[in-house]
Antibody, heavy 118, light 112 residues
Framework: EVQLQQSGPELRRPGSSVKLSCKASGYSITDYLMHWVKHRPEHGLEWIGWIDPEDGETKYAQKFQSKATLTADTSSNTAYMQLSSLTSEDTATYFC???????????WGQGVMVTVSS | DIVMTQGALPNPVPSGESVSITCRSSKSLLYSDGKTYLNWYLQRPGQSPQLLIYWMSTRASGVSDRFSGSGSGTDFTLKISGVEAEDVGVYYCQQGLEFPYTFGAGTKLELK
């Protein structure tokens, strides 16, 4: 069974950074792209970018180009996203999701809430 | 960026009724391979989004045949035949044709 297990909620100060993890089970992360999506109730879903864990290639939405860094560790079958220079605008739930047919996202992690507050 | 615009539902909807959720894209999502890169998701309360439909009309694995997708290059419809309690949540369309991939704002389904 395919599962994506994300790390726990985070509370960070403005200006700091945070690294989120997404551990895959039931398949090898090198076989699929891994996407990351931001969710704020008043803003809906925003696509951040994807990483190809097989070769480390990444693609970002322009607005997240300097905010997010996607990496992957094939030995632990885990993908990561680091968010830097955090502001209140980064307070959101972040999902990892496996890329599938038609650039759809067929399996999603449970989401991780990041709160940025002084 | 491609803008995705979703319509609203006349909530609350009576159980067993059929509903259609609309989505419009600011650019045709029909690609040269003949496929239309439009996906549908359902986010139930407190849960992660679930893929329902990809390539505009192909049901994802395990998805009920009560869900069907249709449309043209820019106008799309997700039909739910006979809504049930488990269908409650927010439905999102998403284009996968161009970067950045973009989602609609969501359509909320509430049951009477």
């Amino acid at each position: 069974e395919v599962q994506l297990q994300q790390s726990g909620p985070e509370l960070r100060r403005p200006g700091s950074s945070v690294k989120l993890s997404c551990k895959a089970s039931g398949y090898s992360i090198t076989d699929y792209l891994m996407h990351w999506v931001k969710h704020r109730p008043e803003h809906g879903l925003e696509w951040i970018g994807w990483i190809d864990p097989e070769d480390g290639e990444t693609k970002y939405a322009q607005k997240f180009q300097s905010k997010a860094t996607l990496t992957a560790d094939t030995s632990s079958n885990t993908a990561y996203m680091q968010l830097s220079s955090l502001t209140s605008e980064d307070t959101a739930t972040y999902f990892c999701a496996r890329g599938a047919y038609g650039t759809s996202l067929d399996y999603w992690g449970q989401g991780v809430m990041v709160t940025v507050s002084s | 960026d491609i803008v995705m615009t979703q319509g609203a539902l006349p909530n609350p909807v009576p159980s067993g009724e059929s509903v259609s959720i609309t989505c419009r894209s600011s650019k045709s999502l029909l690609y040269s391979d003949g496929k239309t890169y439009l996906n549908w998701y359902l986010q139930r309360p407190g849960q992660s989004p679930q893929l329902l439909i990809y390539w505009m009309s192909t049901r994802a694995s395990g998805v009920s045949d009560r869900f069907s997708g249709s449309g043209s290059g820019t106008d799309f419809t997700l039909k739910i035949s006979g809504v049930e309690a488990e269908d409650v949540g927010v439905y999102y369309c998403q284009q996968g044709l161009e970067f950045p991939y973009t989602f609609g704002a969501g359509t909320k389904l509430e049951l009477k």
